[in-house]
């Protein structure tokens, strides 16, 4: 099953899930603020050939707060990884995780390509 982390506030996540929707892409929908991606979700992830700059929410407010464009360029990977996993308002969404690989935000042709949907 795929893994689908959303915020159910988020327009993004509306329009991804409607997408899925769409293709009959069955996924396992979670809230994102209250179930944070897994560690191992999120390594995957950069493993996947996502930056890691990419997996942080950087418009959100809790990045602003956090002062997070300045401390960012220090954060260790595995620092990166716990803020993460701790604070599901700081991860970009929507997240999904599969066994393929791991998307992050959402752009349509990308999500098309991902899922051989051209």
Known sequence: MLRYYSYSACGTCRKA????????????????RDIPPAPEELRFALDSGIELK??????????????????LPHLS???AIS???????????PFLVSPKGALVG??????????DCN
Do not use: P, Q
């Open 17 to 32: 899930k409607k997408w899925l929707t769409e293709r009959s892409i069955n996924v396992e929908e979670i809230a994102i």
């Open 83 to 93: 803020l993460l996993h701790s604070k599901g308002n700081l991860v970009k969404r």
């Open 54 to 71: 990419s997996l942080f929410n950087r418009s959100g407010k809790d990045y602003r707060e956090l002062g997070m464009k300045d401390r």
């Open 106 to 115: 959402f752009k349509e042709d990308a999500w098309a390509l991902f899922f």
């Open 77 to 79: 990977v595995d620092d």
